[in-house]
């Protein structure tokens, strides 16, 4: 299954960020705060948000295409060319009167100690060219990422989701905040275990999930509802019945992107031919895989096939 994966034509469309780590040594407590003092000795700069999706994409070997904002600065420059480098098809507008999304972290012995997050939401301009670009992209895709991060950028999801199924394209869609009507008509959303229960309210057990899963799904009209569960593993609740996977991971690391990694993988491998059943056993793997990793990470196909 995994060779016919050169030949999936992605398109993620959403929030972009740039990630950047502070890597330095803590030896002493600050005498202006009860803070550590981090001696910041070197500095790396990874893609984030929908670009981690993208980059997830194009590791296990598709066709990957983004399609998003940033803004007149340097870290918009810098996301062009680690999108670049990672030999993604980036269609990025430029809104002046935005700053790009940076997320500082600041590492110490391994731990995070401090994230910083600088970000504007795009304006309404930028965003209605952004809607004419994905009506003149979506035709050459395959599947369609949605990668909602509640930064803006998809204030037009559900005239994207029109256009794509109009397409006759699967749909996937990485949630956010509780306000989902937005992404009916999806062909699969991918929420977390938190994300699910702030828009369904509390289970406290299988059959109430099941139930809850059901009826979302549904309303909405979607052909599937991924849930990632953390410890728990993932759910897939379809049509057909539910599908469950157990947590893969030997040592988890750092969950920071793994929901990127899951979505990339899943989309990739529903269009190169798979089941949902198969789809997610190998989205799993994927997951169990990345959360080994520190900071927002990839998985190869050399990787994943190794693993399966």
């Given at each position: 299954m995994l060779d016919k994966v050169r030949n999936v034509r992605l398109l993620v469309v959403g929030d972009v960020m740039l990630d950047r780590y502070w890597f330095g040594e803590v030896s002493r407590i600050s005498p202006e705060a009860p803070v550590p003092v981090v001696k910041v000795e070197r500095q790396e700069e990874r893609l984030g948000g929908a670009a981690n999706v993208a980059r997830?994409?194009?590791?296990?070997?598709?066709v990957s295409a983004l399609l998003s904002?940033?803004?007149?600065?340097?870290a918009g420059r810098m996301l062009g060319r680690l999108l670049e480098e990672g030999q993604i098809d980036a269609s990025l507008h430029v809104d002046r009167d935005i700053d790009?999304?940076?997320?500082?972290?600041v590492i110490g012995r391994q731990q995070q100690?401090?994230?910083?997050?600088?970000?504007t939401p795009p304006s309404h301009e930028i965003l209605q060219a952004k809607l004419a670009d994905f009506e003149s992209r979506v035709a050459q895709a395959d599947v369609v990422i949605l990668s909602d991060y509640g930064k803006g950028g998809l204030t037009h999801i559900s005239e994207m989701i029109r256009i794509a199924r109009a397409h006759d394209k699967l749909v996937l869609v990485d949630p956010k905040g509780d306000e989902w009507g937005k992404y009916a008509g999806a062909t699969v959303i991918t929420p977390n275990r938190s994300e699910l229960r702030e828009v369904v309210g509390r289970w406290s057990s299988e059959d109430e999930l099941l139930a809850k899963a059901q009826k979302l799904r549904s309303e909405l009209g979607l052909e599937a509802l991924l849930v990632t569960r953390s410890e728990e593993g993932m759910t897939l609740f379809a049509d057909d019945g539910t599908h469950h996977q157990p947590a893969q991971a030997r040592e988890v690391f750092d969950v920071s992107g793994a929901g990127d990694t899951v979505i990339?993988?899943?989309?990739?491998m529903l269009a190169a031919g798979a089941d949902w059943a198969e789809a997610i056993r190998i989205a799993n793997v994927a997951a169990g895989i990345v959360v080994g990793k520190l900071g927002t990470a990839v998985v190869t196909r050399e990787e994943l096939a190794a693993a399966l």
């Open positions: 997830n994409a194009a590791s296990l070997g598709a904002v940033v803004g007149d600065d340097e790009t999304i940076v997320k500082l972290r100690l401090l994230r910083i997050d600088f970000e990339a993988t899943l989309a990739v």
